[in-house]
């Protein structure tokens, strides 16, 4: 069984930093690539950024040059750094991973809560 895990979470204020985990365990598939959606009420859920297996990024306009999406050493954890965040960036925040094979399965965290407020 595949377990992701998110963490960190919370309020923040703006132009501050707040920094999400994303830990993925169990039996995936080697090759995956992790993907952070968010979501707010009322809202389809958005694709935030992306690394894949071989470690290039991609991330939405809205958020570039103030999202970093990056793998811890152990490549089983993955971060996101926001930086500089926005009122409209409050949203809960979900980890995705997909595997890169033929039928590859997508495996979901349950979401952790960005709140961005004075």
């Known amino acids: 069984q595949v377990q992701l895990v998110e963490s960190g979470g919370g309020l923040v204020q703006p132009g501050g930093s707040l920094r999400l985990s994303c830990s993925v365990s169990g039996n995936i598939f080697a090759i995956y690539d992790v993907n952070w959606y968010r979501q707010v009420p009322g809202k389809q859920r958005e694709l935030v950024a992306t690394i894949t297996s071989y470690d290039s990024t991609k991330y939405a306009d809205s958020v570039k040059g103030r999202f970093t999406i990056s793998r811890g050493g152990a490549k089983n954890t993955v971060y996101l750094q926001i930086d500089s965040p926005k009122p409209e960036d409050t949203a809960v925040y979900y980890c995705?991973?997909?595997?890169?094979?033929?039928?590859?399965?997508?495996?979901w965290g349950q979401g952790t809560q960005v709140t961005v407020s004075s």
């Open positions: 995705n991973a997909h595997e890169n094979r033929a039928r590859g399965r997508d495996y």
